[in-house]
C-alpha cells in the first residue's frame, strides 16, 4: 500500500461467501485484498497484497466481543498496533460516524455519512422482493474524511451504481502523509464491511 494513486477502487466479491473484496489503484494495479474472517465472536479482518493471500499486509481486529461502540485497532504485520477506528454508538443510528485515531491514541480524523436519507431509503427499499435487487443503482451513500481540529476535507468514500452495491471510489481531496494515508484507508475499509452488513 505504498506509492499509491488515486482514486482507489473497492469492489466485492459476489462468488464467495467470505465479506472480502479487491482494492485498485488509478492504474489497475491490485493495493489490497481484504477479506473479513466469518463466524468470529471477535470481528477480524485481513489486508493482504493481492488475491493470493500469501502476505498479510495488516490486521484489523475488534477491541472488545459485541459491543455497540466497539474499536478496532489496525495492526502490522510486526504486530504493531497503527492506529484505530471506533464508531460512535448511537450518532450512527441515522448517519453513520467513525472517529480515528493514531498510534498514540490521538484523535485525527472523522468519518462522517453526508445523507441519512440515502441510508433510510436504500434499507427500507431494500427490503422490497425484486425492487431490493436495484437499490444499488438507486441509491449511492458517501462517506467524508475530515480531520478532527479543523474540519477540512482529506478524502471521500463514494459508492458507485453498480449490480448489488459492491462497487465504492474513494478519492483524495488534500494532501495527508503516508502514514496517516494508511490509516485512513484500512479505517475506511472496516468501516465499509461494517455498513454494508448493516444495509
Known amino acids: 500500500m505504498q506509492n499509491i494513486q488515486f ?112 441510508r433510510f431509503l436504500d434499507g427500507l427499499l431494500g427490503e422490497v422482493p425484486v425492487l431490493g435487487f436495484f437499490t444499488g443503482y438507486l441509491f449511492n451513500p458517501a462517506y467524508d474524511v475530515t480531520v478532527v481540529s479543523n474540519g477540512s476535507p482529506v478524502v471521500e468514500l463514494v459508492k458507485e451504481p453498480s449490480f448489488f452495491g459492491r462497487k465504492f471510489s474513494l478519492n483524495k481531496i488534500a494532501e495527508i502523509d503516508q502514514d496517516d494515508k494508511i490509516r485512513v484507508m484500512l479505517s475506511l475499509m472496516m468501516m465499509i464491511l461494517l455498513e454494508r452488513r448493516r444495509g
Open 7 to 118: 482514486p482507489i477502487n473497492f469492489k466485492f466479491k459476489i462468488s464467495t461467501i467470505s465479506n472480502d473484496f479487491v482494492a485498485t489503484d488509478a492504474t489497475g494495479k491490485t493495493v489490497a485484498y481484504v477479506r473479513q474472517k466469518m463466524f468470529k465472536l471477535k470481528e477480524s479482518v485481513n489486508v493482504y497484497t493481492d488475491e493470493s493471500r500469501t502476505q498479510i499486509l495488516y490486521n484489523i481486529k475488534a477491541d472488545k466481543w459485541l459491543d455497540w461502540s466497539t474499536a478496532y485497532s489496525m495492526i502490522d504485520p510486526n504486530g504493531r498496533v497503527i492506529g484505530k477506528v471506533a464508531r460512535k454508538g448511537w450518532r450512527s443510528m441515522w448517519k453513520a460516524e467513525y472517529h480515528i485515531v493514531d498510534q498514540n491514541n490521538q484523535p485525527q480524523y472523522i468519518i462522517k455519512e453526508r445523507s441519512a436519507m440515502t
